[in-house]
């Protein structure tokens, strides 16, 4: 059992999905922590500049990059965005009473801010992409059980934690309205199709949707399914290609084999995954011209219910589609502590090495945000 072997920080961990910038304050944790690197995600209006801010005042020269930033609009908070692409209700009040069930009083809609249009948010998260060649797009995704929370009363104002940044739930109860699926399948549609133009990787929020994600993904891979190949056409291929390296004429093969961009993401990460064994399966089918991996989290997978299921789907997955994450909110040695957690549980749920599981999981990263 890994627990008692000292832990291989020395070959470098990767936390493939955080919020550091929830809270503030903790940012100034960052330098000191074990952990290599944080992939730390945007989820909303407030939080946008300060991933990007965060990223900009920590990473000075490539060497001593600490984190990784990301970039795109939660499920959470998608109802804050109208789809000003397709003729629709526009307006305030209409835009919610479309895209939120059951249809909200007047009253409600009075403390939602007013529409984001979804081409702003486009034409933004394309901007700070540009900033970082290697920035991801997320977190983004699809969610069946969330409900927003309900309006904040004087009592809630009084008793809010200041070191918190604005636009998450903060404690409040829950309303009983939630976001149609089809609005959020189009706000994480035009993101897909943004990663697919950058060629960037994508981090996917996905809460009793899984199917609903694949379909969405589907949809964008339709046309450009990869070819399913016997093991002897792909001798075969292999064979044709080494031919062609030895000849010189390896960049124009490679030339080939890309289109620049794509309607869909090169790769996608399904955070903290909750799913069970059977649909991973269809994501990882070898026709989806996307690399899917799975990352998996201590607070989340392996909480109860969720243990189980998680550790049937660690034991189904290929070594080098898993990745390691702590989807904390607080920078520091409670993230480190719950990184380590993690990466211990699935080292012995593999039989992996703890040294040989930790550089196996490093390499997995590199090649989700890399290629």
Not at 334 to 355: A, H, N, P, S
């Amino acid at each position: 059992m890994s627990e008692h072997l000292d832990f291989p920080w020395d070959i470098g961990i990767y936390d493939a999905h955080c919020h550091p910038t929830d809270t503030m304050a903790a940012v100034a944790n960052i330098p000191a922590m074990k952990a290599k690197m944080l992939t730390i995600m945007a989820t909303r209006g407030e939080d946008q500049e300060l991933v990007l801010q965060t990223a900009q005042s920590l990473n000075g020269s490539n060497e001593a990059q600490r984190v990784l930033p990301c970039f795109g609009w939660h499920p959470w908070f998608s109802h804050q965005v109208v789809d000003d692409t397709q003729p629709g209700p526009q307006q305030k009040e209409a835009h919610y009473t479309a895209v939120l069930t059951p249809s909200p009083d007047p009253e409600f809609i009075d403390h939602l801010p007013a529409p984001k249009p979804l081409s702003a948010l486009i034409s933004e998260t394309r901007d700070r992409l540009q900033l970082f060649p290697n920035a991801l797009v997320g977190e983004i995704g699809l969610d069946k059980a969330f409900r927003l929370p309900d309006t904040w009363t004087s009592q809630d104002l009084e008793s809010r934690d200041n070191q918190l940044t604005p636009g998450s739930r903060e404690g409040r109860p829950l309303s009983p309205y939630k976001v149609k699926m089809e609005h959020q399948r189009t706000v994480l549609s035009a993101q897909l199709r943004l990663a697919g133009e950058m060629g960037r990787p994508v981090s996917v929020h996905s809460v009793q949707a899984h199917g609903a994600v694949f379909d969405s993904l589907k949809e964008l891979w339709k046309g450009h399914e990869q070819p399913v190949m016997s093991r002897r056409q792909r001798a075969r291929q292999q064979d044709a290609e080494e031919a062609l390296s030895d000849d010189g004429h390896e960049g124009a093969k490679e030339g080939k084999s890309k289109p620049s961009t794509t309607p869909f993401p090169p790769r996608i990460c399904m955070h903290s995954y909750s799913g069970p064994v059977e649909p991973i399966r269809q994501f990882l089918n070898k026709s989806n011209p996307s690399d899917v991996y799975f990352s998996f989290s201590a607070v989340i997978n392996f909480s109860e219910p969720q243990a189980r299921k998680a550790c049937d789907v660690i034991k189904a997955l290929p070594d080098d589609r898993i990745l390691v994450e702590s989807d904390l909110h607080v920078a520091g040695p409670q993230m480190d502590q719950l990184l380590e957690q993690v990466t211990r549980q699935i080292c012995d749920l593999r039989g992996w090495e703890l040294r040989h599981g930790v550089q196996q999981l490093a390499g997995n990263w590199r090649r989700f945000v890399f290629g």
